[in-house]
């Protein structure tokens, strides 16, 4: 059973980094093919794994249109012409691949693949691995009405948006999954105390990590708010955020800094930029925050400092609920203005933090393992398909 994977993304975010773990671990019969829009990184990464990779070109009016400009969008007739083409495309890639069943990786592959129904009939799944409001929430709802396809929903969140409910079947929830063995190999490619070293970090220092892209929805603001006021109270920190900004959000570390010159904390900022490998920097951390300010889908970054048994600390919104047990395997604040102060006691109490840590780790081996996502999407699949 051949699935055709289509992701819309040049980057490797983290839709694209759930994805690439569960390709390799599908059960058979599938045979996974990867549909891209250019040659990148993710051509790349699915050559390094043996897997079929094929492209097809979009152009750049597709590939720039964001969810917000969508409906300003709908009525122009260049967009159509070029959805017309997609159609193509795609048809032609079904065909010739001999695919069985195509599945969206992306919201935009999804609305993209949903306008091209008439042409690709064979049966279609959408990934959801986001959560939208507004307009662009009804434009997802309209194109799952026309295009009907069977849904997995990376959270219970996820899973009970308005955008979803345009079928009385519910969505699967899947939550992502984590190969832990070998993720504690990545953060192992280099020690703490060289990674320490090279960010700056003076013995006696804490380290507050921040991973992920950066972002306005991400809320990495907070944590620099967090930041100031530790300092204000003598303890000796540093604030990593480790990522960068992608798609039309190239400002945004820009205005990051310069809230911390406002808050005169500079010197206690470490911007990272992208990372290939960031397993040894979450390993070197002493407490990872995660403050998003819209609601998380899932929250990968969660699950990858837990299963380095690391303390988490994050927003009550969301997937996010659904993988931290609140006093047990990380701490879920009711609204950001509690974050320095959550810090503050962890920072006074290690003891609470390893054993917040331990209970992390113990639960992505329970609960977040990446056999038991890649079986349950397995299994979806090849139901999909029959």
Same mark, same amino acid.
């Given at each position: 059973?051949?699935?055709?994977?289509?992701?819309?993304?040049?980057?490797?975010?983290?839709?694209?980094?759930?994805?690439?773990?569960?390709?390799?671990?599908?059960?058979?019969?599938?045979?996974?093919?990867?549909?891209?829009?250019?040659?990148?990184?993710?051509?790349?990464?699915?050559?390094?794994?043996?897997?079929?990779?094929?492209?097809?070109?979009?152009?750049?009016?597709?590939?720039?249109?964001?969810?917000?400009?969508?409906?300003?969008?709908?009525?122009?007739?260049?967009?159509?012409?070029?959805?017309?083409?997609?159609?193509?495309?795609?048809?032609?890639?079904?065909?010739?691949?001999?695919?069985?069943?195509?599945?969206?990786?992306?919201?935009?592959?999804?609305?993209?693949?949903?306008?091209?129904?008439?042409?690709?009939?064979?049966?279609?799944?959408?990934?959801?691995?986001?959560?939208?409001?507004?307009?662009?929430?009804?434009?997802?709802?309209?194109?799952?009405?026309?295009?009907?396809?069977?849904?997995?929903?990376?959270?219970?969140?996820?899973?009970?948006?308005?955008?979803?409910?345009?079928?009385?079947?519910?969505?699967?929830?899947?939550?992502?999954?984590?190969?832990?063995?070998?993720?504690?190999?990545?953060?192992?490619?280099?020690?703490?105390?060289?990674?320490?070293?090279?960010?700056?970090?003076?013995?006696?220092?804490? !380290?507050?990590? /921040?991973?992920?892209? %950066?972002?306005?929805?991400?809320? $990495?603001?907070? +944590?620099?708010?967090?930041? #100031?006021?530790?300092?204000?109270?003598?303890?000796?920190?540093?604030?990593?955020?480790?990522?960068?900004?992608?798609?039309?959000?190239?400002?945004?570390?820009?205005?990051?800094?310069?809230?911390?010159?406002?808050?005169?904390?500079?010197?206690?900022?470490?911007?990272?930029?992208?990372?290939?490998?960031?397993?040894?920097?979450?390993?070197?951390?002493?407490?990872?925050?995660?403050?998003?300010?819209?609601?998380?889908?899932?929250?990968?970054?969660?699950?990858?400092?837990?299963?380095?048994?690391?303390?988490?600390?994050?927003?009550?919104?969301?997937?996010?609920?659904?993988?931290?047990?609140?006093?047990?395997?990380?701490?879920?604040?009711?609204?950001?203005?509690? !974050?320095?102060? /959550?810090?503050?006691? %962890?920072?006074?109490?290690?003891? $609470?933090?390893? +054993?917040?840590?331990?209970? #992390?780790?113990?639960?992505?081996?329970?609960?977040?393992?990446?056999?038991?996502?890649?079986?349950?999407?397995?299994?979806?699949?090849?139901?999909?398909?029959?």
């Amino acid at each position: 059973m051949k699935v055709l994977f289509f992701d819309h993304s040049p980057v490797y975010g983290g839709a694209e980094q759930s994805l690439f773990s569960v390709l390799p671990a599908l059960k058979q019969p599938i045979v996974p093919v990867l549909l891209v829009s250019q040659e990148s990184i993710l051509t790349a990464k699915a050559q390094s794994l043996n897997i079929n990779c094929r492209t097809i070109k979009l152009s750049p009016r597709l590939m720039s249109l964001s969810r917000g400009r969508v409906i300003k969008n709908i009525l122009n007739p260049l967009l159509w012409r070029d959805l017309s083409r997609a159609q193509q495309a795609l048809a032609e890639t079904v065909q010739k691949e001999e695919i069985d069943i195509v599945c969206a990786n992306t919201l935009k592959a999804a609305i993209i693949l949903g306008l091209c129904r008439n042409k690709i009939t064979k049966p279609l799944v959408w990934h959801v691995r986001d959560i939208v409001s507004g307009l662009p929430s009804a434009v997802l709802w309209l194109t799952g009405r026309l295009s009907n396809p069977k849904i997995i929903a990376v959270s219970r969140a996820a899973a009970r948006q308005p955008a979803l409910n345009f079928s009385p079947a519910a969505p699967t929830v899947i939550h992502n999954g984590i190969d832990q063995e070998k993720w504690v190999f990545a953060s192992r490619q280099q020690k703490p105390e060289e990674i320490k070293t090279k960010l700056g970090i003076k013995p006696g220092e804490s !380290l507050i990590g /921040v991973f992920g892209q %950066l972002s306005a929805w991400k809320g $990495q603001e907070h +944590a620099i708010y967090a930041l #100031a006021h530790l300092k204000r109270r003598g303890f000796l920190c540093k604030l990593l955020l480790a990522g960068d900004a992608i798609f039309a959000e190239q400002g945004y570390p820009e205005s990051l800094k310069k809230l911390a010159g406002s808050l005169n904390v500079s010197g206690e900022m470490i911007f990272s930029g992208w990372l290939e490998n960031t397993a040894p920097y979450m390993a070197a951390a002493d407490i990872i925050v995660h403050t998003p300010v819209k609601p998380e889908p899932f929250g990968r970054v969660l699950i990858e400092a837990m299963a380095l048994g690391k303390p988490v600390v994050a927003i009550k919104n969301g997937g996010i609920p659904e993988i931290i047990d609140h006093g047990r395997s990380g701490l879920l604040l009711e609204n950001h203005q509690e !974050l320095p102060f /959550v810090l503050e006691r %962890l920072l006074c109490q290690p003891a $609470q933090a390893k +054993a917040l840590g331990d209970e #992390a780790r113990r639960q992505v081996q329970l609960r977040f393992n990446l056999s038991d996502t890649a079986a349950r999407i397995s299994d979806f699949l090849m139901e999909a398909g029959r």
